[in-house]
């Protein structure tokens, strides 16, 4: 009899075991000191364009570095389009050398290649025009919902970008079109045009957008009943949100204020256009 308890509680404490670790590694939000870090799991697709293949790597026409998380929660299922050096859309510096920064964010791009896919870049440089895919994890320090003619790109600030181990990647050639590619080629029929909105509502006429997941946590903005945000992710009740606050025509310097954090769920209702 001893016997037999003594493997049924050894069954559930290995299965306790097992579904502690499985939250570990399925952890997605992480947060440090630092802020709330999205730790991702999904496919990396990048492509390429080179004018001439004698060119530099950082001067060869990448085209852009597109996520898509493995939870299809994220971002409503939205490709991440990654960047690899921190940027402010909203806020654009007016006075920047966009020249000096695209060669900065390509030499960026050619650096990580280098470093974490060595064999796949040197396959690159010998093929024109291509595209490559692999299983990889990301890091995600800020993610950046923006809409331009009522389509939202998501864009993400990563910090750290790696292969999953034991994972092959796919390198495909693309042959050059004689005549030039027409709009229709570059919209995904399947694509979603913006992410799930929400709209605060609560009892008291207002929430609060909290620094973390918890009631106690420190709150970033009382947000007025009505305001209007965008869903990222989510932390147990409680969803994980972007919000940009643009200014009034009143106010001397137009400076969009963005805000993430998190509100519970009881707080919101889903918007409606």
């Known amino acids: 009899m001893k016997l037999k308890n003594y493997l049924f509680f050894g ?4 299965i306790s075991m097992i579904g502690f670790s499985q939250n570990v590694k399925a952890d997605e939000v992480l947060l440090t000191d630092e802020g709330v870090i999205l730790n991702l799991k999904g496919l990396l697709k990048m492509d390429w364009d080179k004018e001439d293949r004698d060119v530099p790597c950082f001067a060869a026409g990448y085209g852009e570095i597109l996520f898509y998380p493995e939870n299809k929660d994220i971002v409503n299922g939205k490709p991440l389009v990654l960047r690899l050096r921190n940027f402010d859309y909203y ?3 007016i006075d920047a050398d966009y020249e000096k920064e695209a060669v900065k964010t390509e030499k960026t791009v050619t650096e990580i290649l280098k470093k974490n896919f060595p064999e796949e870049y040197k396959k690159m440089q010998k093929i024109r025009r291509g595209n490559f895919e692999v299983q990889s994890t990301v890091k995600i320090k800020k993610v950046v919902p923006y809409t331009e003619c009522d389509f939202t790109t998501v864009y993400a600030y990563a910090t750290e970008l790696k292969r999953v181990s034991g994972a092959k990647s796919k390198i495909t050639e693309i042959k050059t079109k004689k005549s030039e590619d027409s709009e229709e080629d570059f919209i995904d ?3 979603k045009f913006d992410l799930k909105k929400y709209e605060v509502s609560s009892k008291d006429g207002y929430s609060n957008l909290r620094e973390k997941p918890t009631k106690d946590s420190k709150i970033v903005l009382k947000m ?7 869903y990222i992710t989510k932390s147990g009740d409680w969803y994980y949100i972007h919000y940009a ?5 009143n106010e001397k310097e137009w400076k969009v204020k963005e805000y993430r954090g998190f509100i519970h769920k009881s707080q919101l209702k889903k918007y409606v256009e």
């Open 91 to 93: 806020n654009p510096d």
């Open 189 to 191: 029929p399947d694509e």
């Open 224 to 230: 007025n009943n009505g305001t209007v945000v965008k």
């Open 11 to 14: 069954f559930l404490l290995l």
């Open 245 to 249: 606050d643009y200014p009034s025509e």
